[in-house]
């Protein structure tokens, strides 16, 4: 079976701070890791990719197969990136669906 | 943005009554989804379905029924809705052979 596990609910940093939203995963398949991002009153909407590999908005995720983690991060927060973040995975190309991890909201004060 | 929409976008009823929640894309996605969004549960997959006439469960089906007969748009009933329905509903697509869904603004469930 597979799990996403995302252990914070809640992450504050200051601005200009360096933030990394956790995520780890369990799959005994070759998975493909994602990272969707919902602004307030805004969809659900992809950030990242793994197989991409591309920073977007700041944001970079480096897949680690060896600590089965997917990692989210960015060295200079700002103000706009106050969000909920979620960690997906897909059984890979073909699969069905995404399974998510619970989320984290992240805060980033002025 | 446009391309996927939920109508209504906020729903109250009572226990017990059948509610139907609509989603329409206008991208010709074969995939569709159903997810719901809980509070300490993340999303969680409701109903998919493949293509249209097709469609298959996800992890949390019960008390739902959904139906795909044109592919633009792919319903959810809630048969006779009970309180732990209480959530967001989002409704995603996507083509076949590329893993990004895209997602619709929401609707939003209470039930009484």
């Known amino acids: 079976a597979q799990r996403v596990t995302q252990p914070e609910k809640l992450l504050s940093v200051f601005k200009g701070a360096p933030v990394e939203l956790k995520c780890n995963y369990s799959y005994s398949g070759s998975p493909e890791l994602f990272w969707y991002v919902q602004y307030s009153r805004q969809r659900l909407q992809l950030l990242l990719r793994?197989?991409s590999r591309e920073s977007i908005k700041g944001f970079t995720a480096d897949l680690n197969k060896g600590e089965t983690s997917f990692h989210l991060k960015k060295p200079f927060a700002q103000e706009e990136d106050s969000a909920m973040y979620y960690c997906?995975?897909?059984?890979?190309?073909?699969?069905?669906?995404?399974?998510f991890g619970t989320g984290t909201r992240l805060t980033v004060i002025p | 943005d446009a391309g996927i929409t939920q109508s209504p976008r906020y729903k109250i009823t009572e226990t017990g009554r059948q509610v139907t929640l609509m989603c329409h894309q206008t991208?010709?996605?074969?995939?569709m989804f159903w997810y719901r969004q809980d509070l300490g549960h993340g999303l969680r997959l409701i109903y998919y379905?493949?293509?249209?006439?097709?469609?298959d469960k996800g992890e949390v089906p019960d008390g739902y029924v959904v139906s795909r007969s044109k592919t633009e748009n792919f319903p959810l009933t809630l048969e006779s809705a009970t309180r732990s329905q209480t959530s967001v509903y989002f409704c995603?697509?996507?083509?076949?052979?590329?893993?990004?869904?895209?997602f619709g603004p929401g609707t939003r469930l209470l039930v009484l």
């Open positions: 997906a995975l897909s059984r890979g190309t073909g699969a069905n669906n995404l399974f």
């Open positions: 995603a697509s996507r083509v076949p052979g590329q893993e990004t869904q895209y």
């Open positions: 379905s493949a293509a249209a006439d097709i469609t």
């Open positions: 991208w010709s996605h074969s995939y």
């Open positions: 793994h197989i």
